[in-house]
T-cell receptor, first 116, second 109 residues
């Protein structure tokens, strides 16, 4: 079974631009979560989608948004990029949504975003 | 959100067992204990999870204290490929996983 895939793997953008990252979950998984990882803040939860609905949202500004399609693929968008948005963006999928206790999340390799 | 406390780093010798501790004194009755690890330049990888009883899988064992205020991840025979940051996370009705700083495990040949 193919794992979680994320595209692109690397991205360089300029401050003020916007960016869209894509995530394809493991086949059959309907929950997709997004995380931001930086050296200073570690892994921080952005949001989770399950069956095209946002279930949870982390403490990030409204410039960070996401959506999920009927095939469970998900995209996240960051508008008006700032230098501090440079990070590794990770996507994780699971069969059941969070809040059901013992669920397993499977992470993709991440998209490395550099904002200059 | 319930928090976990882990040592910043640990060292192990190859082919020896490793016991990675985690304290979670404010755990609630519905919180599962999850362990993930992150190898260099990779996304986190699921290791194991449990609620009350000890758990075993092909990667590791999870020993949970009777009062559930602490747990230990056991790698039975460390290999160089086990060098990673190990995260102990509580997850339950709150929903999403909240990652802490984790324990950086070094394995010496």
């Amino acid at each position: 079974k193919a794992g979680v895939t994320q595209t692109p793997r690397y991205l360089i953008k300029t401050r003020g631009q916007q960016v869209t990252l894509s995530c394809s979950p493991i086949s059959g998984h309907r929950s997709v979560s997004w995380y931001q990882q930086t050296p200073g803040q570690g892994l921080q939860f952005l949001f989770e989608y399950f069956s095209e609905t946002q279930r949870n949202k982390g403490n990030f500004p409204g410039r960070f948004s996401g959506r999920q399609f009927s095939n469970s693929r998900s995209e996240m968008n960051v508008s008006t990029l700032e230098l501090g948005d440079s990070a590794l963006y990770l996507c994780a999928s699971s069969f059941v949504p969070s809040g059901q206790g013992g669920y397993e999340q499977y992470f993709g390799p991440g998209t490395r975003l550099t904002v200059t | 959100d319930a928090k976990t406390t882990q040592p910043n780093s640990m060292e192990s010798n190859e082919e020896e067992p490793v016991h990675l501790p985690c304290n979670h004194s404010t755990i609630s009755g519905t919180d599962y204990i999850h362990w993930y690890r992150q190898l260099p330049s990779q996304g986190p990888e699921y290791v194991i999870h449990g609620l009350t009883s000890n758990v075993n899988n092909r990667m590791a064992s999870l020993a949970i204290a009777e009062d559930r205020k602490s747990s230990t991840l056991i790698l039975h025979r460390a290999t160089l490929r086990d060098a990673a940051v190990y995260y102990c996370i509580l997850g339950g009705s709150q929903g999403n996983l909240i990652f802490g700083k984790g324990t950086k495990l070094s394995v010496k040949p």
